[in-house]
């Protein structure tokens, strides 16, 4: 059973910066890509970055684009989002994500199958 963990949030002011963290469990292939969504009070959840592979190649959100950076570190089989330059508007839970299957890639979140729990991140102005 593939579990993921998430840890990391917490509260920050402006233009500071946060590392989540997110553990995986039940596999330790890199085939499998490996996404960061965010859901913030009264929005619908959305797309951050992904990562696929064993960190060949990345996508980020336009809105998060400079700032953030996603990486893995396939010894800890753990996947990473720092997070520079924070604003208040990146105030959200952030939730990690992969498929069920290798090799998929996308955005979509109903495509996902696996989440972790969550972590809090807010952003103070």
């Known amino acids: 059973q593939v579990q993921l963990v998430e840890s990391g949030g917490g509260l920050v002011q402006a233009g500071g910066s946060l590392r989540l963290s997110c553990a995986i469990s039940?596999?330790?292939?890199?085939?499998?890509?490996m996404t960061w969504f965010r859901q913030a009070p009264g929005k619908e959840r959305e797309f951050v970055a992904l990562?696929?592979?064993?960190?060949?190649?990345?996508d980020y959100a336009d809105s998060v684009k400079g700032r953030f950076t996603i990486s893995r570190d396939n010894a800890k089989n753990t996947v990473y989002l720092q997070m520079n330059s924070l604003k208040p508007e990146d105030t959200a839970i952030y939730y990690c994500?992969?498929?069920?299957?290798?090799?998929?890639?996308?955005?979509?979140?109903?495509?996902?199958?696996?989440w972790g729990q969550g972590t809090q991140v807010t952003v103070s102005s």
């Open positions: 994500a992969s498929y069920r299957l290798p090799l998929r890639v996308g955005r979509g979140v109903s495509d996902y199958d696996y």
């Open positions: 039940g596999r330790t292939s890199t085939l499998y890509t």
């Open positions: 990562i696929i592979g064993s960190g060949g190649s990345t």
